[in-house]
């Protein structure tokens, strides 16, 4: 006698980590240098050193039961001081230290906003595609329904047809996700000025708010589009949902941070369900020694060049064999289109390579595969040829159609 | 537009909480040595030399991608290995690394023991009072009733006619805690033997489990009673629910597991579902690198004489003023009942003396209170003729009554 829907979560598992499993099983049989994993997002780029000069100036000078001690359940007042003021310092924006939660990373930011918006049984909470598929897991487990917007394939951005549609009176929250797993792309200015001015016409004509969450631990890695536009600048109803995962290479280390806007309507009651969520869930507090080293390190962030380069090999070598691509603004994915259209039978050949890449559908975007880039250069290259053949046979053989 | 539930579970604090912070407001008001803080369990004995060794080895020669990558969901492999080793040598348990499920801690340990164990409607989930005032949060988060069994007043063990009269067949699990907080005390190994063997009854009667929850955080901080009898030992369908908080002194880190016997009923399902329901409530891993602080220092604790003096000093020095006390076997806390009987009243008194207490209604057993004595042994000293004005009080005006 057990939970049939936590069974099924448990030995299920995701799709991606399925392939990476294989993966290493492949790696065991055939030799690591003969398996191409681009499933997981998992960086490559070590911690900035400052991450490791934290560590051990906090654990060398500082008093070990406060170290390690329990913090206040929203996260270190000093911690949480920072990050208000790099907010506004960085993006220009108004998230005092008391609208600040610490998190453990951003899985639980995403579980503990959506449950702090639940208000009925009619809640719905809408995705827009290509979305990370855990969302339907966190939006389900409060009981809500799950919506999503269909994928504006010509840029990546938001399509708003489809948007317009799906969001009526019983939505709480559009989830966005920027720049965006899988596709790299990161929303302009003038997709989030379309966003908010939509939302406002929906939250006057419905009476009640319409909230952003918003998604962003890619925040920092960002190539060519200058500035990351935050959305909470455009939009007050947002909350923003952080992880340092992917700006720091800490994402086993679980820290990020809920921030509420000050601005948000019923703002002070919104972060108060916050700290009730997390309490709910069971987060006591976010882990107190990289609370700290967050603090410490405020603002600076791994190098991404490595990702960058890598980008630019993998998007101008898949380019010159055929492939179409989203060209990636930001994080550290590829999403190139399955010759043949077809994104589980193209993955599945690719698999007999064993060149492991995901399919688009579990993101509410099929046709499409992820390529994740935060790997070696090196196993990029070697891929290549591997990528070539998939290219020919897809052509001669009809794979992936 | 929020969650009203969520919003008071974060508006209205626990009333511990209440009290730890009225308590640091009244220390800046009147001074730190003229306020007697019994409100926490928090440690303040240092965790062992022997953490502070591990941290700095792991960051100083491990490759930090590793280090501070995600973990497989459910742990780090070597980790769960040295823990499952350690179970079965330490209290002879049978727990194959691949029941071992590694959390943020006991609370998160039990959301998702919680969740992984709902199979209907009609769950109900039974503590054994005195209990922690959260497990009703964590029961209630999944939508199951919450029901309690009364004291055992005489000793502090488990009230069996209470317990007889609360399970049914809709009892999912019964939630156990020793050593215990708020008492102290420590189930003995017969009162485990009659709580296994009154299960075993009601579970043939019923025809499916009935599993035990056991909260074991405290495990480690016992004083005369010899070896920690581990209720698995004596009944095989229970799921241990640990954290390293309390035992090594972290309990801001967030780093637990939970331990689901090898010979439990559905074994292999139920820990499938915890390992859903982790993933559910958005617990990605638990944090990386005091996975492998914990896995370095497996068998090693904190250094207990600070808590077994300050035990001493309290229990000896309560009694001798007249108060009539829980002798405590473990854990850091003296339950003690109100003079007069009434443990709100006491409590406010006791306040109005800036000597913070906890009143035992929260834990399910009103006419105590609850004393953390893991507080400095110099303010117990200081503390004691406020005690002893509070008795005098209490025998001339009936407060507390």
Redesign the interface.
């Known amino acids: ?3 049939e ?7 299920r598992r995701s799709s991606i ?1 399925e392939l990476f499993e294989y993966g290493k099983m492949r790696a065991e049989l055939v030799g690591r240098e003969n398996v191409f994993d681009f499933s ?1 997002g ?6 900035p050193e400052e ?2 000069d934290a ?2 100036n906090i ?2 000078n500082s ?3 406060a ?5 206040s ?1 929203q996260g270190d007042a000093s911690v949480r001081a920072r990050i208000s003021e790099h907010l506004s310092r960085k993006y220009r924006l108004s998230v005092s230290p008391d609208r600040i939660y610490m998190t ?2 951003a ?6 906003s959506i ?5 009925c049984d009619k809640d719905e909470f809408v995705a827009v595609a290509p979305y990370f598929p ?1 969302y339907k ?2 939006v389900e ?1 409060t009981g809500a329904a799950f919506k999503t917007v269909e994928p504006d394939y010509a840029n990546f951005q938001i399509n708003f047809d489809s948007l317009s549609e799906v969001v009526n009176e019983n939505t ?1 929250a559009v989830i966005i996700n920027s720049p965006n797993n899988p596709s790299g792309a990161v929303y302009r200015e003038e997709t989030l000025r379309n966003l908010a001015d939509f939302l406002c016409v929906r939250e006057a004509e419905y009476g ?2 319409i909230y952003i969450i918003s998604d962003e631990p890619y925040r920092e890695i960002i190539y060519d589009c200058g500035e990351y536009p935050s959305v909470m600048r455009y939009y007050s109803d947002t909350i923003m949902c952080y992880s340092y995962s992917k700006s720091l ?6 820290i990020g941070y809920i921030a509420v806007s000050d601005n948000a309507k ?1 703002s002070s ?22 609370q700290k080293v967050a603090g410490e390190v405020c603002g600076i962030h791994s190098d991404i060049g490595v990702y960058r380069k890598n980008r630019d090999i993998l998007y101008n070598g898949l380019t010159d064999l055929g492939y179409s691509c989203v060209h990636p603004d930001g994080a550290f994915y590829l999403f190139v289109k399955a010759p043949g259209g077809n994104s589980i039978s193209f993955g599945k050949a690719a698999k007999k390579r064993d060149l492991l890449i995901v399919p688009g559908d579990d993101f509410g975007c099929p046709g499409y595969m992820r390529v994740s880039y935060c790997v070696s250069t090196e196993m990029i290259k070697r891929a290549m040829p591997v990528f070539k053949k998939l290219m020919e046979e897809s052509c001669s053989d009809n794979i992936g159609q």
Not at 67 to 71: A, I, L, M, S
Not at 107 to 112: N, Q, Y
């Open positions: 006698m057990f939970s829907r936590m069974f099924q979560l448990g030995s980590r997981l998992n960086p490559t780029v070590p911690p991450v490791k560590i051990i654990i060398e008093d070990s039961v170290v390690h001690g329990y913090t359940a453990c990373g899985a639980a930011s995403l579980v503990i449950s702090a918006l639940r208000y855990e897991v966190f487990e709480r009640h708010p290479s800490l994402p086993g280390e679980r019923d009651e919104i972060y108060a369900a916050v700290c009730g969520a997390g309490r709910a869930h069971g987060y006591v507090c976010a882990p107190s020694l990289f």
